[in-house]
């Protein structure tokens, strides 16, 4: 009878030993559950985190690109306007040349008239 007491002794040690095992992986499995839970709420913080600084830097980059197609539109028309004035000045030049010449030209005439006139003058 002492083997069969020392059987159910052993025996009943398992079935402790084992619930205890049970009770301990039941708590890890939770423990891993818990874990897995708080990880995969703080993926989607980071991610929603890491969408939103996208968002923001593709319209950060939209109004970057903006300003460089404005930037680049006032460059053409500052050349325009560069060599419109550029036009301009050479035409101005031109005109100023022109009124020169026809101011000695009209002096030449001034002159002419007033000797064709002069002696006429003087015989009256």
């Given at each position: 009878?002492?083997?069969?007491m020392?059987?159910?002794?052993?025996?009943?040690?398992?079935?402790?030993?084992?619930?205890?095992?049970?009770?301990?992986?039941?708590?890890?499995?939770?423990?891993?559950?818990?874990?897995?839970?708080?990880?995969?709420?703080k993926?989607?913080?980071?991610?929603?985190?890491?969408?939103?600084?996208?968002?923001?830097?593709e319209?950060?980059?939209?109004?970057?690109?903006?300003?460089?197609?404005?930037?680049a539109?006032?460059e053409?028309?500052?050349?325009?306007?560069?060599e419109?004035?550029?036009?301009?000045?050479?035409?101005?030049?031109?005109?100023?040349?022109?009124?020169?010449?026809?101011?000695d030209?009209?002096?030449?005439?001034?002159?002419?008239?007033?000797?064709?006139?002069?002696?006429?003058?003087?015989?009256?």
């Amino acid at each position: 009878m002492s083997t069969e007491m020392d059987l159910i002794s052993v025996r009943l040690q398992l079935l402790e030993s084992i619930a205890q095992l049970k009770a301990e992986r039941d708590c890890y499995v939770e423990r891993i559950q818990e874990e897995g839970r708080v990880w995969k709420d703080k993926t989607e913080q980071l991610l929603a985190q890491l969408s939103r600084l996208c968002t923001e830097q593709e319209t950060r980059l939209g109004d970057l690109e903006r300003q460089v197609e404005s930037q680049a539109q006032e460059e053409e028309d500052r050349r325009r306007m560069l060599e419109d004035v550029q036009s301009d000045k050479a035409t101005i030049s031109r005109a100023l040349t022109q009124n020169r010449t026809l101011k000695d030209q009209l002096a030449e005439l001034q002159n002419g008239f007033v000797k064709l006139v002069r002696p006429k003058n003087i015989l009256i």
